[in-house]
């Protein structure tokens, strides 16, 4: 794999909770790597778009209205999409 490619796999290394959740979740990061944090409602409307580093990241979507999202959390290796329940 070159330096350029993503790699999508099962592994976690993001990992989201709680889901569902109140408007409040939090991205947890099995490295310290910096990555890319965009989260889409289903009609394709981006709700947040951030870099993120570190660890812990607590995202605040309570502005958001009731519904499923999309939470796509991407580095230099990696991209992985999670199903997250806004109730």
Do not use: A, M
């Amino acid at each position: 794999v070159g330096n350029n490619q993503l790699v999508r796999t099962n592994v976690s290394e993001f990992q989201i909770h709680p889901n569902p959740s109140d408007g409040v979740i939090h991205v947890k990061n099995s490295t310290e790597s910096d990555y890319n944090t965009t989260i889409i409602g289903l009609i394709g409307k981006i709700g947040y778009e951030n870099n993120i580093s570190g660890l812990w990241k607590t995202l605040v979507l309570s502005f958001s209205p009731k519904g499923i999202y999309l939470v796509n959390c991407e580095n230099q290796i990696l991209s992985q999409t999670h199903r997250v329940i806004i109730k």
